[in-house]
């Protein structure tokens, strides 16, 4: 395994090698089309490498690919019926085999070109798990219309939130010279049936202003044309105050109608360069960023200049709603940072052009550990709604520790929200079948970098793995990903699978357990976010506070005493996290303040449950461990060397939080541990 290919290994095939050759030895490309080359490019490297095989151009001999577009390949010769691609979407594809008068193809045909290219990356996926390919036949559709990434990358080669290295896009205040890794980015993010990426950070600084300017355009064209042609649309994200720092305008108001002409100048030109470029992601008003706030203009205003620039090229605004007031006075407790999306957006639902989407995270505060979904998606009926993850572990572990997201990801997908009654789930809302939307799907926060192995700790590949294919299809289960991930990636030797599925499975309950309890998130080191620091943000403006005094924890959202966060969610939701008894265990901090006397569902206390899960938590790291130390041989060496120092590295945190919390919890309370373990030597 060479930890840079990550999942597209292409390693040599065993037993089923004769028996796959005799399916693949010709490959017929029906027409031209940069996707096309590309699709064509990854079987014939993929095939040569796993089977030995140079798929031949010319010869339409014994066994071979059919790769192209239902229009163009002649599906009667293989009695297929058209209808078979009326029903799915542009992205779709049917996979096939077919052996007739002894001649044997493989059907790799697509809506478009794009379906074509995902389902060659699905019979690579096929021959790497070396599963039957006789017979086969799979229709497929990407049930999320925008499945996208977002790089955080600035270009001074920083990212922010990179856990991984520096940025393979940029250096020294511009582009890169190469772009082999970009390239190499995009297979690994088309492979997983990602389709769209934004290329620079949310947080627009001065020089990532100039991408949209003719200092930068013609390299944003570079990168743009690479992703492409692996069918990933190209976005950037914008400074809001754009007209005034680039234009030199004296407002950036979105009424001002200078403001306006000059934001349909610059898409214009944009489009010269890129004619398929995806459109604009904004982080507006927002930690400081610019917004039209500024000029007493709201979101709406604020997102439709845009849009209407951006109408005529079929562009889009991605406009986030991680809104919300960062200079809280925390002595004022009515006040409440999780309220903010919602009431900010919900009143604005039916106004936004219907080329503006709305970026929502997956919970109300920030990418915690554990956080109740956000209540806001789902609310707005009329208005685009895109889901946001965060695929790099900011608050996770930062890659350090082992803390795989897919199972967290599946509960958010998975949440019944009862906006329209029951069968109300997010994974409905963001593929736009419950309010109809016109555009939605899901973004998350990329977590590559330079790093030799993408992603500093191996093993969080999985959570870019797994991001994708969650995301083209959230019916998989955890356990399919998960194999399919290490099979890949690490072939088909039983303990290693079993090992590193042992490690994901468990890893985020894990990290939950050593870390802030029962739902109440935060208590890190402030601002790098790594490591345990109890009162780190208690008394500092951010608004994530956890309120633990003498007496008891928690923050009290509920409407009777509490900040009314609950009734920002539909019944019988609402109700449920309003009360004390029905309040899941798991999040009862996040919505209630108790005494740390008080009893969970699990028939434990809070304060024995801090304590018990706070042990446990390193005792499980140490099992990690011993688990992977058991694999020592049967994984290529410098991967084994990677996760053993990083596993050491996450018990010394475990440790450090264990002991942190534990202690700081023993001495608010005065509560001894019931089984007598030394909280603090
Ligand atoms: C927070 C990060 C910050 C981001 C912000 C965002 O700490 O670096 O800029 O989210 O999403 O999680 O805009």
New binding site residues.
Partial sequence: TDSYQAWLQYRPIGAKKEEYKKWLAAIEVKEESKILESAADELKKGIQSMLGVTLDPDTYGEGRIVLGTYEQVDLKQYGISPDTFRDISDEGYLLKSVFEKEERAILLIGKTDRGALYAAFHLLRLLQKEVPIDPIAVVESPRNQFRMINQ?DNMDGSI??GYSGQSIFYADNDFKEDFTRVKDYARLLASVGINAISIN???VWDVETKLISKTFLPKVKAVSSIFSAYGIIPFLSINYASPMELGGLGTADPLSAEVEKWWKDKVAEIYEYIPDFGGFIV?AD??GRPGPFTYNRGHVEGANVLAKALKPFDGKVIW?C?VYNHLQDWRDRSTDRARAAYDHFKPLDGKFLDNVILQI?NGPM??QVREPVSPLLGAMTQTNQMLEF?IAQ??TGQQIDVCYLIPQWKEVLDFETYTKGEGSKIKSIVDGSLHDYKYSGIAA?SNIGNDANWTGHTLAQANLYGYGRLIWNPELTTEQITKEWIHLTFGHDREVVDTVEYILLHSWKVYEKYTAPLGIGWMVNPNH?YGPNVDGYEYSKWGTYHFADRDGIGVDRTVETGTGYCSQYEEPNAKVYDSLELCPDELLLFFHHVPYTHQLKSGKTVIQHIYDTHFEGVEEVEAFIDKWNGIEGKVDKAIFENVKQRLKMQRDNAMEWRDQVNTYFYRKSGILDQQNRTIHP
């Fill in positions: 955080w922010e939130r950070n949310v947080n982080k927002s930690e986030r991680f995270k920030d990418f965060q900011e608050y926060v976010h």
